[in-house]
T-cell receptor
Framework: DADVTQTPRNRITKTGKRIMLECSQT?????MYWYRQDPGLGLQLIYY???????NKGEISDGYSVSRQAQAKFSLSLESAIPNQTALYFC??????????????FGEGSRLTVL | AQSVTQPDIHITVSEGASLELRCNYS??????LFWYVQSPGQGLQLLLK??????LVQGIKGFEAEFKRSQSSFNLRKPSVHWSDAAEYFC????????????FGAGTRLAVHP
């Protein structure tokens, strides 16, 4: 099983609908992130969280919100989806201890299409 | 503003040929540097990272990268490319002093001809 699991993997929705993308991890990491990937733009940071009580905006947080329900769960919400939010969304985790310090571990992505 | 530039959007090489993917970054302070690879339909996987010390870094799958402070560059290299290396490659930079807030380049898509 994947260490970082995203659901759904694919979603098609209509403009104005509320959408939630969920992420869960079994890596035991404190830090979790949501990134958005658009062709030709790389990945852009939407929100990040260093623990359950710590939520921070990234580069492109407008139109998005997040919830850190537990150490292992971090969800991304689009309150009213619009077509330019069509993208591939990635959840990632990281730790500040051990050999993997600084490395992001990514889920397989959630492809969202807003019509 | 902090930025990461990957000048080559697409690169095509023949199997067995050498490869170099370029990455340049802005800003003066020496950041943490990373290369990730994304295979089709997959998430990103770390190839290698540089925090300090030896400027030539070895990674997985036979890749290496060299940090050149004077050129603000962190180019990725492989001496002999395999067909399975076809993927998209992302350079990423962390200026946040360990907060893991990575800024990614736009990516370079690598195609490998037999």
């Amino acid at each position: 099983d994947a260490d970082v699991t995203q659901t759904p993997r694919n979603r098609i929705t209509k403009t104005g609908k509320r959408i939630m993308l969920e992420c869960s991890q079994t890596k035991g990491h404190d830090r979790m992130y949501w990134y958005r990937q658009d062709p030709g733009l790389g990945l852009q940071l939407i929100y990040y969280s260093f623990d359950v009580k710590d939520i921070n905006k990234g580069e492109i947080s407008d139109g998005y919100s997040v919830s850190r329900q537990a150490q292992a769960k971090f969800s991304l919400s689009l309150e009213s989806a619009i077509p330019n939010q069509t993208a591939l969304y990635f959840c990632a985790t990281s730790t500040v201890t051990g050999a993997n310090t600084g490395e992001l571990f990514f889920g397989e992505g959630s492809r969202l299409t807003v019509l | 503003a902090q930025s990461v530039t990957q000048p080559d959007i697409h690169i095509t090489v023949s199997e067995g040929a050498s490869l170099e993917l370029r990455c340049n970054y802005s800003y003066g302070a020496t950041p943490y540097l990373f290369w990730y690879v994304q295979s089709p339909g997959q998430g990103l996987q770390l190839l290698l990272k540089y925090f300090s010390g030896d400027t030539l870094v070895q990674g997985i799958k036979g890749f290496e990268a060299e940090f050149k402070r004077s050129q603000s560059s962190f180019n990725l290299r492989k001496p002999s490319v395999h067909w399975s290396d076809a993927a998209e490659y992302f350079c990423a930079v962390d200026w946040s002093g360990g907060y893991n807030k990575l800024i990614f380049g736009a990516g370079t898509r690598l195609a490998v001809h037999p």
